[in-house]
């Protein structure tokens, strides 16, 4: 048997518990994205994923959360200057110190940041690839 070389492993990121009131919280943002077109979810790592077709744009928790115990995470890329500003106008965004970071979090400070936890969601649904389509057929076949 041949025995595998030791590789350098990245240490895992800290992934925080969260509380009751965020489950709440998740459950309902849950509720509302997988009302939207071509959207499903599947558990990931104590969260569960939210794909447009095959592609990831969110995770919300469910026993954890990526940044903090109130946060949720979207995928936003690409990204132009006006997100970038929209992001930096937002006190509860939290980006990572890569300036092309894909993963962004929002913190929510009270069920009130609901609505504004939604509207960062539509863009990352909208930044996600859309499905693919059906190769169009010529009229010759």
């Known amino acids: 048997m041949k025995q595998r070389a ?5 240490p895992r990121p800290k992934l925080p518990r969260i509380a009751e009131e965020m489950l ?9 994205v997988l009302d939207w077109p071509n959207v499903t979810s599947r558990p990931m790592f104590g969260m569960t994923a ?4 095959n592609d990831i744009f969110g995770v919300l928790p469910r026993t954890r959360a990526m ?30 110190d890569a300036k092309q970071a894909k993963w962004i979090s929002f913190e929510l400070e009270s069920g009130d940041d609901l ?8 863009r990352a649904y909208q930044l ?13 076949t």
């Not at 709440?24 to 509302?32: G, I, M």
């Not at 937002?90 to 990572?96: K, S, T």
């Open 115 to 122: 609505p504004d936890a939604v509207s960062w969601f539509v």
């Open 24 to 32: 709440q919280w998740s459950d309902f943002l849950l509720r509302e």
């Open 50 to 53: 939210v794909y447009r077709g």
């Open 67 to 96: 940044d903090t115990p109130y946060s949720v995470s979207f995928k936003l890329f690409p990204r132009n200057s006006g997100l970038d500003k929209a992001l930096k106008a937002d006190p509860r965004i939290i980006v990572p």
């Open 128 to 140: 996600a690839r859309r499905p693919s389509r059906p190769p169009h057929r010529s009229k010759d």
């Open 6 to 10: 030791k590789m350098q492993s990245r």
